[in-house]
């Protein structure tokens, strides 16, 4: 049984659950915290109160970041899914939470769960999916850039700069990123860096210095970036949708 076909779990902060798969497509939402997921496709970044979908039979494992309380929701893969191909993280609706946390409480009426599961698979194919992926490239030297990312995502370099260290031009490392991430560099580094900022925003760093972390030139232009990513501050991010 894969970790996580227990419908509520608190997991510590950076603990993880190891790779798994299962044969249903789940619905997991961290009603508090923030939850990694990680596939061969590369990672997505759940913050508190959006959920992720996870079709059938993809490889994932997952990681929190701060206290987190998980819930999940499975529904058989023979029945129409949400139509989605690969994980997406997914705004939650009120709709949406309430019957999540119906779903994962001690209601055992069989007939009632179910009509509840179709509730949530119509809230999730009328929700919208959230920006929070964030590729990983094959290429040896994207890979070698992204690697610097992950250890600085404060990193000043340029594309060229990055390429004289891992002997490629940029026009070259341009393409590529547009052809293995479907993202120009700039849009690349800018998931990075808010990956990077909800994990410290979950670990409790003040937004000062998340945004000197992630390579603002100060809290107004990071709180920007992430309100157009997000919708809402970085003081508010954890708030309930």
Known sequence: MSPTRQPFLRLA??????????????????????????????????????????????????????????????????????????????????????????????????RRRERLRRVALDEVRAVGELPLHLPVPADDRLRAIADALDADPADPRTL???????????????????????????????????HRALILLASGTPVTAVAAACGYAGPSAFIQAFRQAFGTTPGRFGAPG
């Open 160 to 194: 060229a700069g990055f390429g004289r260290a891992v002997g490629a031009s940029e026009r070259t490392l341009s393409r590529l990123f547009r052809e293995q991430t479907g993202m120009t560099f700039p849009q690349w580094r800018t998931q990075v860096r808010l």
């Open 13 to 110: 902060h950076r603990e993880r659950v190891p790779r798994h798969e299962h044969p249903h497509h789940q619905i997991a939402y961290p009603s508090h915290g923030v939850l990694e997921v990680a596939t061969d496709a590369g990672t997505w970044i759940v913050p508190p109160h959006r959920a992720v979908w996870l079709p059938a039979g993809i490889a994932h494992a997952h990681r929190a970041h701060g206290p987190t309380q998980l819930r999940t929701v499975n529904f058989e893969a023979g029945e129409p899914g949400a139509g989605f191909a690969g994980p997406v993280v997914l705004a939650v609706s009120p709709l949406l939470r309430e019957v999540i946390v119906a779903l994962t409480g001690d209601g055992r009426d069989a």
